[in-house]
């Protein structure tokens, strides 16, 4: 066992103190016995041991292990995330079960075996590193901070409906899954979510996979032990293990392979990782939100994607619209992204022509907000003028595939009808007026038999 780590030993037997400081001496940096549990807590603000190495039994009660578990409770009262082993020469599995129930790491029998003991110890000094490093890590996100309040814009009934919604799981930590093309900010709802949880003042961190290669998939959300693969030089925990007591944000989740689907739905039931490289099981507590831009249903459907892990990650389904069907939204986003760009380029932008807003809604937005986004940044950066022309304004031309082409006029015009309804939030006169037409003429469209 290499010389690292601080041992407390707390046993009112005198022989044992003087043995165990014997053996363990040469093996760890420092090691602290005493008789008397009493002067536990202030070892632990004192001396700050990474492991207690606690008898279960003194000589108040030397048979149930009552009053060992009581110190154990009040030990883990000053630090919940204190590494405690039991010792007592009155074993068995019964009372083996409880002190891990207990908050207990493990469990040794008296008399003990020299390199049981050692190798016991040797991996409550690498859990407390474990822990330790988690916790940095936390620190870390922490300092940064979490994400800031997100910004949602949108008066159209689809958006009103998921501000709606978002309310209502203001009281409860299920898991989430949000629905929704490239572009449509389904980030930007999942922040929505964990700041309206019970769950706000803790740690959210995200991880998008769909950016991260597929055999890295594994070691990023669960981490690794040192030497699990070639380039493993040091052990490090996962985003599950980092989030835990707080939320985590798997977007793209859809982008999973079904091995690592597999080993996500056993930590979502379970509660408990393994990194790479170890059989160790470790607790988790954690708040999954994810999102994805696929057909998820169809992809269950497929085989490509997990019924089982989807009914555990969908709770609650959140279906993001796209922009393409929340009517004036697009002019209330592009007025938005004028003024924050106007302000960033010190730019004198400050409105849009008529025209400019006829054309913008008269676009289908494939890219959604984010596309939107780019074009006003572009538009803002090159116009010289106070009001945005629309020839200021360029946009993406799609042209269809040879296979794709339509000829039939009446089926062109009802796609156009139904697109210039869908994008006014079913609000007749402002689809009418997108068409150029009347308001009377829209409804003959409508009702016109296919």
């Not at 059989?279 to 085989?303: K, L, Y």
Request: glycine share 6%; net charge neutral.
């Amino acid at each position: 066992m290499e010389k690292k780590g601080k041992i407390l030993v707390i046993d009112d037997n005198e022989d044992v103190l003087l043995a165990l400081n014997a053996l363990l001496l040469p093996y760890v940096e420092k090691v602290k016995v005493s008789a008397y549990p009493e002067k536990i807590e202030h070892y632990q603000r004192s001396f700050r041991p990474d492991v207690i190495l606690l008898d279960m039994n003194f000589r108040k009660d030397v048979v149930s292990g009552v009053e060992g578990f009581a110190w154990l409770e009040k030990i883990l009262e000053v630090d919940p995330r204190a590494i405690v082993v039991f010792m007592t020469a009155y074993a068995d599995t019964g009372k083996a079960v409880q002190a891990i129930k207990a908050g207990a790491t493990d469990f040794i029998s008296k008399p003990w075996e020299n390199d049981k003991l050692l190798a016991t110890l040797s991996a409550a000094l690498k859990l407390k590193e474990s822990r330790d490093e988690v916790e940095t890590l936390k620190r870390q996100v922490t300092t940064l901070g979490n994400p800031p309040y997100p910004e949602i814009i949108g008066e159209s009934p689809a958006m009103q409906e998921i501000f709606s919604l978002v309310e209502k799981l203001s009281d409860t930590e299920a898991n989430i899954l949000i629905l929704g093309e490239n572009g449509t900010g389904k980030d930007l709802i999942a922040r929505s979510i964990f700041y309206h949880s019970p769950r706000s003042r803790e740690i959210f961190t995200a991880i998008d996979l769909g950016t991260i290669p597929d055999a890295l998939f594994e070691s990023e959300l669960f981490g690794y032990e040192k030497g699990a693969f070639t380039d493993a030089r040091k052990e490090k925990p996962g985003r599950v293990e980092v989030a835990s007591g707080g939320t985590l944000f798997l977007d793209e989740i859809g982008n999973l392979s079904l091995p690592v689907q597999a080993k996500l739905l056993t930590v979502i039931e379970k509660k408990q990782i393994s990194r790479l490289g170890s059989t160790r099981a470790i607790p988790v507590d954690v708040r999954f939100i994810s999102a994805t831009n696929v057909d998820i249903h169809e992809a269950v459907r497929r085989g490509t994607f997990r019924q089982d892990l989807l009914y555990r990650v969908n709770t609650i389904e959140v279906h993001v619209p796209p922009l393409r069907e929340r009517g004036d939204d697009v002019i209330l986003l592009a007025e938005h992204f004028l003024q924050k760009f106007a302000r960033k380029y010190n730019k004198q932008a400050r409105a849009l022509s008529r025209e400019a807003r006829a054309k913008l809604l008269a676009y289908a937005w494939p890219g959604n907000a984010r596309e939107l986004q780019n074009v006003m940044e572009r538009a803002v950066i090159l116009s010289p003028d106070v009001t945005l022309k629309a020839g200021s304004i360029t946009l993406q031309t799609f042209e269809r595939g040879r296979d794709e082409e339509r000829f039939n006029l009446e089926a062109i015009e009802r796609d156009t009808v139904e697109r210039a309804i869908r994008r006014c939030g079913g609000n007749m006169n402002k689809a009418a007026a997108l068409l150029g037409i009347t308001r009377y003429a829209l409804y003959r469209k409508i009702k016109k038999e296919p």
